[in-house]
């Protein structure tokens, strides 16, 4: 993660969020690699993050270790408004780069109390959090009446990187929903279908027309 003072044009992105009046001297501009965490469930809030390009995915963890893929976030939004409007300083799901992602952080203790207090501000949250429980209900529906190759299709066209798909596995099944020999199973028959090739660093994209069909409806953002 490199961090890097703000420039004009990023104080000009906040001001849509109606923070303006804010003195913002202590916000930073952060960029993330690929495959690097943002935020790790159970952490305390280090920033509250302003999306302003790339792509992250977003996983709640169970008490049994499994993972599921909650949604992505793409170029836009608020990552920490679910703790800042619960006064919560713990992390409630981790959240990794899946592109090179940049963002603009305020110190969360700092700041958290200051943006309470600006209405205008807590409304466009609120109108936030709302459309993510619009999407998270319908995601939630749709994961559960599609098939494990619909949802690793998708999962592989949401994470493939110049058309090559080297998520780790294990994670990739627990994201899924899906067991780990049964996930392989899938990802076999794609490679035998022509869909995908196995290389040394993961799976080339053969067929993106085909991983598309094969996703079915399964909502892309």
């Known amino acids: 993660m490199e961090k890097s003072p703000l420039k004009a044009e990023h104080i000009c992105r906040l001001a849509c969020y109606d923070l303006a009046g804010v003195d913002l001297r202590d916000a930073v501009l952060m960029r993330f690699q690929p495959c690097e965490t943002i935020l790790r469930q159970g952490m305390p809030m280090e920033y509250l993050l302003f999306v302003l390009s790339g792509k992250v995915k977003v996983c709640s963890a169970a ?13 836009e939004g608020i ?8 006064d919560a300083h713990i992390a409630s799901t981790t959240i990794s780069a899946v592109t090179e992602f940049r963002c603009i952080g305020l110190p969360y203790t700092k ?9 205008a501000f807590v409304n466009r949250v609120g109108r936030e959090l709302a459309v993510k429980l619009l999407r998270s209900s319908g995601n939630s529906a749709v994961i559960a009446l599609h098939s494990g190759e619909e949802r690793l299709c998708a999962y592989i066209l949401q994470t493939a990187r110049d058309n090559v798909f080297s998520e780790t596995l294990t994670d990739v099944a627990r994201s899924i929903g899906a067991s780990y020999r049964h996930m392989l199973r899938m990802l076999k028959q794609l490679c035998a279908d022509g869909v995908l090739q196995k290389e040394a660093r993961g799976y080339r994209v053969i067929s993106r027309a085909a991983l598309i069909r094969r996703a079915a409806d399964f909502p892309m953002e």
């Open 79 to 86: 990552i920490g408004d679910v703790e800042l409007m619960t």
């Open 63 to 75: 008490a049994n270790g499994k993972n599921l893929l909650l949604c992505y976030y793409i170029s």
């Open 111 to 119: 700041y958290a109390d200051i943006l309470k207090e600006n209405l």
